[in-house]
């Protein structure tokens, strides 16, 4: 008898390949979706950002596990999840490398005109070469500020080290282990954002990260220095944001994410220049998203079946 798995949206075919000997799995539709199915539904697969909170696990009284497909679980209320005795898993350690490598392409695109220039150059604009156009910054020798010392932020520092540059790191808590495996020197966050060319968001979002950087922060950093954010959207006050680059307080920002997601089409983020913007491709990599699947299938297979899940957070 195949378990009955509800998904919020459709899932991709290699995970719908990994369900189908085990599970049923039903699109969820919202307010709309069949309250008998609801009553049925024994596991939710999360793919994506959905808000999962106590009034949807409420409508589905047989739910043992709720699976999400990726590390941060931000937009799944835990406390509702524990106080209803229900599982949820995720996917840690799998997406640091893949996420650390988006942080530096962001970097390296925004800091060395990569994506203004690519439609220079395929534009009619572009007739004679001219060695007097967007010039950009070094990113080599020069000061990266990683918020938020956790397994991607490591993972951004070892390759800023092949940049030779100097690493200032900010944690809830100094990281001495970090310290001395990767030449990264502790600073508060007044510190980091004053000296930093290059500041990197490595933070999950919780009521503390939320709005981390706002117009105070944004205001200490460097006028020619760039915010990189590859972690949630929320940890950055948009709207300081916008100030920010509007007013020349920083030279510009790279977002692999944003609040909301996607971000209104008329918003003015979308129109500057100074702006290189990348639809959340954080750990979007073929060999990342498979180890993904195959944890968030095994979390939910785990829990369908009573037994401990391989990677439960709460
Ligand atoms: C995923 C992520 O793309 O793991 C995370 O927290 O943000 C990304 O790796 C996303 O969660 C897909 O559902």
């Known amino acids: 008898m195949p378990y009955t798995v509800l998904t919020n949206t459709e899932l991709n075919d290699e995970i719908r390949a990994m369900l189908r000997d085990t599970c049923q799995v039903h699109v969820w539709a919202g307010q709309e979706t069949d309250p008998a199915l609801l009553q049925r539904a024994e596991g ?12 949807i696990m409420d409508r589905m009284p047989n739910l043992r596990v709720i699976s999400n497909f990726g590390v941060g679980v931000d ?14 898993g995720n996917t840690p350690g799998l997406v640091d490398g893949a996420t650390a490598d988006m942080t530096f392409a962001l970097l390296m695109a ?9 439609r220079y150059a395929r534009s009619p604009q572009f007739t004679v070469y001219d ?15 990683i918020v938020g010392m956790g397994n991607i932020g490591r993972q951004v520092a070892r390759r800023a080290r ?13 990281n001495p282990q970090a310290e001395a495996e990767l030449g990264a020197t502790y600073a508060s966050l007044e510190e980091l954002l004053a000296q930093a060319d ?4 490595n933070v999950p979002l919780t009521p503390e990260t939320r709005h ?35 007013q020349g307080w920083i030279a510009g920002a790279a977002l692999d994410v944003t609040e909301p997601e996607p971000l209104p089409r008329d918003h003015p983020l979308l129109r500057m220049e100074n702006v290189v ?6 750990s979007a990599t073929r060999q990342t998203r498979y180890r993904m699947a195959r944890r968030a299938v095994d979390n939910l297979l785990a829990g369908l079946r009573g037994e401990p899940l391989p990677s439960r957070i709460a």
């Open 44 to 55: 939710f697969f999360v793919y994506g950002h959905p808000k999962i909170d106590g009034a």
């Open 75 to 88: 937009h799944i209320n835990l406390d509702d999840a524990r106080a209803r005795g229900i599982a949820v």
């Open 110 to 118: 925004i800091a060395r005109n990569v994506v203004i220039g690519d």
């Open 131 to 145: 060695p007097n156009i967007l010039h950009g910054y070094e990113v080599y020798g020069t000061t990266l500020g």
């Open 162 to 174: 092949g940049f030779d540059m100097r690493i200032l790191y900010h944690n809830r808590r100094p």
């Open 198 to 201: 290059y500041v990197t968001l």
């Open 212 to 246: 981390l950087i706002g117009r105070e922060q944004l205001r200490q950093m460097k006028p020619t220095a760039f915010l990189i954010n590859v972690a949630r959207g929320g940890v950055v006050d948009h709207d300081a944001l916008v100030e920010a680059l509007t």
């Open 277 to 282: 913007i990348a639809p959340h491709l954080g």
